[in-house]
């Protein structure tokens, strides 16, 4: 492979849950239940934990470990009767990058057995990316960067020529603090939630211009240059 061409390569990263498929009200409604079920003491906790990996709401939340197997096992059973389906955008999104060959990588703070149901829902999602970065192969939650820089890593782009796609607030730092391009996509937050930290905010991923994209994406200045 030759790295220094290789190096300004574009790269799309892509959160899951309300930003590609529409999940994120629904589990507003599981971790109300799972918080009224095992009380945290934190009110409206759906909305402390956006854009957390479980471990991470586990460790800050739930640290008696009698407690968090029962969390774990009930919330397990909730996720498994939910159901998934692209937002208005992401699936002709997704399919226009993979026609023209433009590497893209899922970046999401769901852990493996989530990973196992959506493929269940929509068995047709891996096929757009080349690389997915989950919970279980990081040690940082969101807004750490880790995950976006393994991403950017896996597809073989620097991070500076990436854009990260991010619905909630730890996501969106996370993007702003690895140093790549970001896009907002509010809904499941307001708009002006997401806007300090995003370069531009949509509603959704129908806004999204590609070639214009690529062009900032391409013109943007790199670690190396």
Known sequence: MDTASNFHKTGFLFDLDGVLIDSETEYSK?????????????????????????DKILDDHYPD?????????????????????????AHELLS????????????????????????????DIRDYFNSIVTADMITKSKPDPEGYLLGASSIGCDIERCVV?????????AGRNSGAYVIGVAGTLPRAILE???????????????????DILEN????VE
């Open 30 to 54: 599981i971790w109300a239940q799972v918080n009224s079920e095992y009380p945290t003491g934190v009110k409206s906790l759906e909305s402390v934990i956006k854009g957390c990996t479980l």
């Open 96 to 123: 226009c990058l993979r026609d023209r060959k433009i590497p893209a990588a899922l970046v999401t703070s769901s852990n493996d057995v989530k990973m196992a149901h959506l493929d269940e829902e929509l068995p």
């Open 165 to 173: 796609f991010e619905d909630s607030l730890q996501g969106v730092k």
């Open 196 to 214: 300090p930290y995003s370069d531009i905010v949509v509603e959704s991923l129908e806004e999204i211009e590609l070639e214009s994209l690529l």
């Open 65 to 89: 470990g009698e407690v968090r197997k029962k969390v774990v096992k009930r919330l397990y059973e909730l996720e498994g009767k939910m159901k998934y389906r692209y937002l208005p955008g």
């Open 220 to 223: 943007r200045k790199t670690n």
